[in-house]
Each structure stands twice: as C-alpha cells, then as structure tokens.
C-alpha cells in the first residue's frame, strides 16, 4: 500500500463570508483570517482557504480548530476533498489555465 495515496491525502477547504461593515466585524473577520493561516492554510481565493493534509484524521484535527475559531456572525463553510478530486479542478486565469497549488512541505518524524 502506498503510503500517500492521493486517496487518502485530504484537502480543506474553508469558504466564508463575513461582515465588514463596523470597525467590530473587520476585526472579527481578520482574526478568523490570522487564525486560518497560523494553522497552515493558504488563500486560494478571496475568502477561500485550503489546506493540505496527510490523511482524513489530521484533517479532523484542523477542521475541529476551524469550527472553535468561527466568528459569531457570517457565513462559513468547510469542505474536505482528497488529492485526487483536488488535483481535477480547473483553475484559470482569464482564458488561461492555471497551475493548483502545491502543497507546502511537512517534515514526517516516522
């Protein structure tokens, strides 16, 4: 057995959108923001997130820290795919493909 299998290699993916409209809610929105990113994701879009996991049980772990971190008020949306189906999306670029991200490195202990 392979032991990244692109099957078991999962991706989150956080969508959100929060209010920006008092000095209160920019806060809230950057602070969940700042979280996001202190927990290894990366913008893939305004307000779309992504990170990469080893396998379905860290992924949990991240998305569990995503749920305590919500902001009170807005819309927020987790997805979890493997690297397979993310490795099929189509991105571009005006009428130009796009590369995907690669995935930053991780040191594995064992």
């Known amino acids: 057995m392979e032991r990244f299998s692109e099957y078991r290699v ?11 409209e008092t000095k209160k809610d920019r806060k809230n929105y950057a602070v969940f923001r700042k979280k996001l990113l202190a927990d ?5 879009q305004f307000s779309i997130y992504v990170r990469h996991c080893p396998s379905s049980e860290n992924a949990d772990v991240h998305i569990q820290r995503v749920k305590r971190s919500l902001p009170e008020y807005g819309s927020v949306g987790i997805m979890c795919v493997t690297d397979k189906q993310f490795g099929d999306i189509e991105l571009f670029y005006g ?11 991780q040191l594995e202990l064992f």
Request: no cysteine.
């Open 10 to 20: 999962m991706w989150i993916l956080v969508f959100f959108d929060l209010p920006t």
């Open 40 to 44: 290894g994701f990366n913008m893939f």
């Open 95 to 105: 009428k130009k493909t796009s590369p995907l991200p690669q995935p930053s490195m």
